[in-house]
């Protein structure tokens, strides 16, 4: 059975002149390639390049960068750009995107001002305007910063996680937080995930499936319990407030027939033996059914996700922490048509 069909877009800067995009197509079975061709970029720079470490200014200038990129993209990939979040479409990846010059990778700090990376971060900020997503950050995460940087950190060396090394099994971003359809008081889980590559590793190997993948190999009644109360989440360790636990929470939600889900391999704990049954069928699908998206991310990698449509994982990777090592800028988003009430309580930066 042919199930979901992902948009996965690759676009190729020639130097400065030339921008080729490459449109994937891809079932559960088969990747197929298109190629589409953008001649309009030469002529493409901001046009003011003023510097800033604010979130709020990456956020007032979005839609005018937004508005600059739309001039001068291909009108094809404009189209799906606009059409993501509404679409059946679960992800996108744009290739060879602007990351200009770069400073060492921040292994000991893990973080840097904005102003040290303002080409991607603006061009990043651009690419939400044109789909429409409101960049968000949750307070007691990631210091509050829309943009976190994930990069090996020297004093998570073996460790797991967005600053760790080791793989990072699939999951769910911040699965404790309340998914569409949930009826919940907690904030809202992010609907979309943004990761820009400045520096690439080739043995990080990123893993994507669809969540509708996964329900294909399960029955009716364990979809069932999936979406009953029967499971706990630890809040993941990127938040700052240690790791209380959500009780009683469903596994998936089912809202405007579409599934969600808060999966996530090391933070979801049964509350019982069917709740157990059910984690260990989806461990058994993930590990042994489905053929998942593999991504080596280069350098000037744009993938945006729908967090809550997907799973994700990342691969062991070896570090030297020499200052070339790899980084992602990561990016929040919801829809700007909240789907949870409490939306509007999330955003810090609106
Ligand atoms: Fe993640």
Not at 143 to 157: A, F, T
């Amino acid at each position: 059975m042919c199930n979901f069909l992902h948009g996965l877009f690759l676009i190729s800067q020639y130097k400065e002149c030339v921008l080729i995009l490459i449109v994937m197509f891809q079932t559960t079975k088969e990747l197929k390639l298109e190629i589409y061709t953008l001649d309009a970029l030469q002529n493409f720079s901001w046009q003011e390049n003023h510097k800033s470490n604010s979130d709020v200014y990456f956020i007032e200038n979005m839609q005018c960068w937004s508005d600059e990129l739309k001039q001068v993209i291909d009108k094809e990939l404009l189209q799906k750009l606009i059409n993501f979040s509404n679409s059946n479409e679960t992800s996108i990846l744009i290739k060879n995107c602007p990351v200009g010059n770069l400073p060492d990778t921040p292994v000991t700090s893990g973080c840097i001002e904005n102003e040290h990376v303002m080409l991607p971060a603006k061009f990043l900020f651009a690419l939400f305007g044109l789909m429409k997503i409101m960049p968000i950050s949750y307070i007691g995460e990631n210091s509050g910063r829309v943009i976190r940087h994930v990069v090996p950190k020297i004093s998570h060396n073996n460790q797991i996680g967005s600053h760790g090394n080791l793989e990072f099994n699939f999951h769910v971003d911040n699965p404790d937080l309340s998914l569409i359809g949930e009826n919940s008081r907690r904030p809202p889980c992010l609907e979309f995930l943004a990761l820009y590559c400045l520096r690439g590793n080739t043995k990080a190997v990123t893993e994507l499936v669809d969540l509708e993948n996964v329900i294909q190999f399960m029955s009716d009644y364990e979809i069932k319990i999936a979406l009953s109360n029967q499971f706990n989440i630890k809040r993941p360790d990127s938040f700052e407030d240690g790791n209380p636990i959500v009780k009683d929470v469903p596994l998936f939600t089912k809202f405007a027939g579409k599934y969600f889900s808060r999966f996530d391999f090391h933070n979801i704990e049964p509350t019982n033996k069917e709740s157990k049954t059910i984690l260990s069928k989806i461990n058994k699908i993930l590990t042994n059914h489905v053929k998942p998206v593999k991504i080596v991310f280069e350098t000037g990698d744009f993938l945006i996700f729908k967090n809550q449509e997907t799973m994700h994982k990342r691969s062991l990777f070896d570090t030297n922490y020499n200052g070339n090592e790899r980084w992602l800028m990561r990016l929040f988003g919801m829809s700007d048509t909240p789907k949870n009430y409490l939306h509007n309580q999330l955003i810090l930066r609106s």
